[in-house]
Nanobody, 124 residues
Framework: EVQLQASGGLVQAGGSLRLSCALSGITFDTYNIAWFRQAPGKEREGISCISRDGTDYIANSMKGRFTTSTDNAKKTVYLHVGSLKPDDTAIYYC???????????????????WGQGTLVTVSS
């Protein structure tokens, strides 16, 4: 089971944000953990993925403002977003998959477990 802590909310453009994803029932040893987002009227898109060996993979379109980190003791993955823009307004999801990160980020149906999602609204 993947649980996503509701750490989004309303933020101002230009600011930064950290989203957290706490794992329950699964471990970093068996799943790669990815982040996705879905803006209103748009398809879900992959942002990043951190693999079981700790390698951080960022989708090409997301490089520069998105990074991920983990706290193994807390079994939590974080998505850090900087220089927020109104276009970043979306529901953000974390997800778990045994597939390679490069695949998961491009192919959402490779995800085995989805978090609930948290809404992030960026005001201009």
């Amino acid at each position: 089971e993947v649980q996503l802590q509701a750490s989004g909310g309303l933020v101002q453009a230009g600011g930064s944000l950290r989203l957290s994803c706490a794992l329950s029932g699964i471990t970093f040893d068996t799943y790669n953990i990815a982040w996705f987002r879905q803006a209103p009227g748009k398809e879900r898109e992959g942002i990043s993925c951190i693999s079981r060996d700790g390698t951080d993979y960022i989708a090409n379109s997301m490089k520069g403002r998105f990074t991920t980190s983990t706290d193994n003791a807390k079994k939590t993955v974080y998505l850090h977003v900087g220089s927020l823009k109104p276009d970043d307004t979306a529901i953000y999801y974390c997800a778990a998959s045994p597939s390679m990160c490069e695949v998961v980020v491009r192919v959402p149906r490779a995800v085995f477990h989805w978090g609930q999602g948290t809404l992030v609204t960026v005001s201009s």
